[in-house]
Structures are given as structure tokens and as C-alpha cells.
């Protein structure tokens, strides 16, 4: 299992042993740290092994967590989903930031609560993080809200962030809880046409669309062992497209079918689980992508065994991660053995190798039973733009603007709901 470990240590509970052999040693108080939740803290008090926890990162993605669970709130309590985005702007030399929390280092500017010049009536088309965290926002601030989410479950593409780095879970779950426990009306498998749309008669429209995924033009990338990222998304989440009915063998196609049929692609963890003893993918993976979809994708193969070869054209890998978890994943991916090519060209897709020109200049060809381009990834304001074209007032947050991941979402919905708050 990969991992590392450092005074703001990735692995749960690393610090824990040596607390608790000091506290065996000691009269005095010991306070541990670490990446600790709160149920496994209050379990090792209760057992003596230390006195007090310590948190850093938990407090800046929710300072109101110690008052939640005091008052047995804790499934109000905004999840901390380790990503160092506020360790990054340290090393960054930047105001202090976190992902899953826009207000963070801007509390001196916002309302203690929200106070919106009148109650509107919004529509958020997008069932992503930043559509309900729009959601969750709009509601608190006493609007009447509508999500439409064309697929049949809300979480956008966070759901299959959340099955390659599991700590996106808990935001994902956090999310959906908010949008569970308030007014806000959710309508599924729901294409949010202007039609549909203006019949809602909305004085706000809030289009959290993601982003638009194409194939990028490479040589034999048409071939049925090339995935995109959208395929590998529906194959591991049990949905289906005409692309994967084409590239997937009939075993493939059941297994997803009767995932989705009996809901357990719909449970994170099982398929975590279970991709760990049969996936529908040869010994030998290329990524072609080295961004930060790439990288966690990469992670989540070699830990099922796979030889996983990334490639990429720009001379640094890993945007898209904060600089700390950045040194730390392609430390840990080398260490493991994968095999890491930026500065590549000349790529090109054969039967059973991927084919380019390294960093160096010379000739490589790495086996590739299946090829998977994690890339290709633009804003797309298409569907923003047929809404503004029937009349409405439209407002755009998250990847439809530009790649932002889950800060950009969380940070965009802010901002749009700061701005329908101000009428």
C-alpha cells in the first residue's frame, strides 16, 4: 500500500503508537496529532492512550467542528479530504487556503450570515460539487432551489474522483447530506433544456455543467483498447454508453449492467473493493495524461496489481495537485515502479504498446494491454449559452469555466451565490 508519513502525516493514525507509549511513561498530559478522525480519538481517550487531540487541518476546513460534535452534530461537520491544498500555500507563500472551505482567510470580509436582498426562486443545473454546494448555499440563505441533474444519482464527476482517492468520499457524502436535509427540490435523470427550464420561471440560473471531455487526435486512439476518461467513469460506475458496448467484452458489459441493476456501483467502497480482485483491464496500462486525474488513476491501477506506464507532453507532471501532494504521489508512484514520462511526443497508439519520443529524445515503447487518454478536458459554456440565449440570467461556476477541480467548484459556488445574494 503506498504511503508516507511526516509531521502532517498522509496515513490515518500514524502517530497514535507513540503517543500512547508516551503517555505510558509520563504523568503529564500528551496530546497527540495526525490525520485522525474524532470516533477513533474519543475510542484511544477512552482507552488511556492519550489525553487530547490535536487538530490542524480539520479546523480549517470546518472551525465550528468542536461545536458540532459537542452538540451531536457530526454529520454537519464539513470533512477535511487531505488534498494539502492549506500545506501547499505555505511552500507557495500564499494567504492561507483550503479546498472544501472557500471562506477560509476571507472571514473578515464575509456576513456572519447570509442576508440576501430578497428570496429568488434559482435553478442550479448540475448535480456536481459545486451544483450542490450552490445548492447547499442558496438554501441557507433562504432561497426557494431546484437542482437538475441529468444522470441518476447527484455527484457529478466527484463520484469517480471519490473511487480513485477514497478521502473524496467523505466530501461527496457531506454534500449530498446538505442537499438531503434541506428544502432544496432535486429533480433526476433531468436534462435541464431552456424549455424545461423557463417553465420553472427562475429569476436565477446557476449552470454547474462540468466540463466538456474529448478525445485528443492521437494516432490509434480510435482503437477499441483505448479508453477515454469518460469510459473508464461509466465502467467503474456501472453505466454504459455505445462507445463501451463496442470496446467491452460481454463478461464487461453484464458485470456493469448487474451493478447497476442491483445499485452496488452506486457503493464506493464495494467497488473499491472489489476492482482489487477482478477488473475488466489487462497487466500492462499507458495513461496518456500526467494531470491530476492521470496521476490518481494511475495510483488506483497499481494498487490492483497493474504495470501502469504515464505519459504526457509538458515537461512537469501533476497539475492540477497542490505542490505538497504533488511531491509526495509521484515519489510514491516511482517508488512503486511505475514508469513516468513527461516531456514526451510524437505519441502514438500501436495494438499492445503505446509509442513516442522521451523527454531525452530517444525511441520508447512501453506494453500497453489497454490505453487510457486522461485528458482532453476543456470549460464548455454551451449549455450556460443556450440558457442566456432564451432569456435568462445565467451565472457559471466550477470546470464549465475551466478546469478547477474541487476547490474551483466550492470556491465558484461562493462566489455565484454572493452574487444572487446581493440581488
Known amino acids: ?17 507513540a503517543a500512547a507509549t508516551i503517555r505510558g511513561q509520563v504523568s503529564i498530559p500528551v496530546i497527540a ?14 482507552a488511556g492512550e492519550f489525553d487530547f487531540l490535536a487538530m490542524g487541518r480539520k479546523l480549517l476546513a470546518d472551525p465550528a467542528l468542536p461545536q458540532k460534535l459537542a452538540s451531536d452534530r457530526e454529520s454537519e461537520v464539513r470533512p477535511c479530504v487531505y488534498c494539502y491544498t492549506c500545506v501547499s500555500a505555505i511552500y507557495t507563500r500564499e494567504s492561507m487556503r483550503c479546498a472544501v472551505n472557500p471562506e477560509l482567510g476571507l472571514e473578515y470580509q464575509r456576513p456572519q450570515a447570509p442576508s440576501p436582498a430578497a428570496r429568488r426562486r434559482v435553478v442550479v443545473v448540475g448535480g456536481g460539487p459545486g451544483g450542490m454546494e450552490a445548492a447547499r448555499r442558496l438554501d441557507q440563505a433562504g432561497h426557494e432551489v431546484f437542482v437538475l441533474e441529468r444522470g441518476d444519482r447527484l455527484g457529478g464527476t466527484l463520484r469517480f474522483a471519490a473511487l480513485a482517492y477514497a478521502a473524496n468520499e467523505r466530501l461527496l457524502d457531506w454534500l449530498r447530506g446538505r442537499i438531503e436535509s434541506s428544502a432544496v427540490e432535486v429533480r433526476l435523470n433531468c436534462e435541464a433544456v431552456p424549455e424545461l ?15 466538456r471531455r474529448d478525445m485528443p487526435d492521437i494516432p490509434g486512439g480510435d482503437q477499441d483498447h483505448v479508453y477515454s476518461g ?33 445499485g452496488l456501483t452506486a457503493n464506493l467502497e464495494f467497488v473499491r473493493k472489489t476492482t482489487r480482485s477482478w477488473m475488466p483491464l489487462g497487466a500492462n496500462i499507458a495513461i496518456i495524461g500526467g494531470e491530476l486525474v492521470g496521476l490518481e488513476l494511475a495510483e488506483f491501477l497499481a494498487e490492483r496489481g497493474r ?10 507532471m501533476g497539475e492540477g495537485l497542490t505542490v505538497v501532494r504533488r511531491m509526495r504521489l509521484l515519489a510514491e508512484l516511482r517508488e512503486h515502479g511505475l514508469e513516468l514520462y513527461p516531456g514526451s511526443k510524437e505519441i502514438r497508439i500501436e495494438a499492445g504498446s503505446v509509442c513516442f519520443i522521451d523527454s531525452e529524445g530517444a525511441a520508447q515503447t512501453v506494453p500497453a494491454d489497454h490505453v487510457i487518454v486522461a485528458k482532453g478536458a476543456t470549460g464548455d459554456s454551451t449549455p450556460a449559452n443556450a440558457l442566456r440565449a432564451a432569456g435568462m440570467t445565467v451565472h457559471e ?25 446581493a440581488g
Not at 397 to 421: H, K, S, T
Open 307 to 316: 504495470r501502469v506506464a504515464v505519459i504526457d507532453e509538458p515537461p512537469r
Open 1 to 17: 500500500k503506498m504511503h508516507s508519513a511526516s509531521n502532517i502525516p498522509h496515513e490515518p493514525n500514524t502517530n497514535l503508537p
Open 33 to 46: 496529532s495526525g490525520r485522525v478522525e474524532p470516533a477513533e480519538a474519543n475510542k484511544r481517550i477512552a
Open 230 to 262: 469518460d469510459d473508464m467513469r461509466r465502467m467503474m460506475l456501472g453505466e454504459n454508453s455505445a462507445e463501451l458496448q463496442r470496446k467491452t467484452s460481454r463478461l464487461t458489459r453484464l458485470a456493469t449492467k448487474v451493478g447497476a441493476a442491483t
Open 197 to 211: 427550464v423557463q417553465s420553472l420561471q427562475p429569476d436565477h440560473v446557476v449552470v454547474a455543467t462540468g466540463a
Open 397 to 421: 461556476l466550477g470546470d464549465c469555466l475551466g478546469v478547477g477541480y474541487i476547490e474551483g467548484a466550492m470556491r465558484g459556488a461562493m462566489r455565484v451565490v454572493d452574487e444572487i445574494n
